[in-house]
């Protein structure tokens, strides 16, 4: 049995700039990828996420971008001892009744066994804390991980 989760949240904005603020590289830098995105995540691309705690560029392979609806995409997963191997993500954008926009995100595919699980368990706290980090900064403009991890 491989390893899967979903997160989601709604956050109080159109489901546009919801959006724009996970695909726009810039917009992200702001909250999540603190060391920086490099490319706009588009259909067959391949951009770099940097996290200032987990310092180097991750590539981020995109399989799929629907504007306002959906982002797939795909990156390493954990090593495990094992080969490597890459884990998927679905991020969904739902417009919802009251003007916010509900966020999902899903990852899965990691291998069975106490490596594999670790690894989903902290990247569905890390999708969280992302999910966190967005509301506050489109709602507030406050970039939560600000000095939160070092």
């Known amino acids: ?15 546009h700039e919801v959006f724009e603020a996970v695909a726009d590289p810039a917009k992200l830098s702001g909250y999540f990828t603190t060391g920086g995105a490099v490319g706009r995540l588009e259909t067959g691309a391949t951009v770099t996420w940097d996290f200032a ?52 995100i899903e990852e899965k595919g990691w291998r069975e066994g106490e490596p594999g699980l670790k690894a989903a368990l902290g990247n569905c706290e890390g999708w969280t804390g992302m999910l966190c980090a967005l509301k506050v900064y489109i709602e507030h403009g406050i970039n939560l991980r600000e000095g939160f991890y070092k």
């Open 53 to 104: 705690d987990f310092p180097g560029a991750f590539p981020v392979r995109v399989e799929r971008v629907v504007q306002d609806k959906e982002i797939v995409l795909h990156w390493a997963a954990a090593a495990d001892g094992g080969p490597s191997y890459d884990t998927t993500v679905v991020m969904s954008f739902s417009s919802l009744e009251d003007g916010r926009t509900l966020v999902s």
């Open 1 to 15: 049995m491989a390893y899967d989760f979903r997160v989601s949240g709604r956050i109080a904005k159109p489901v």
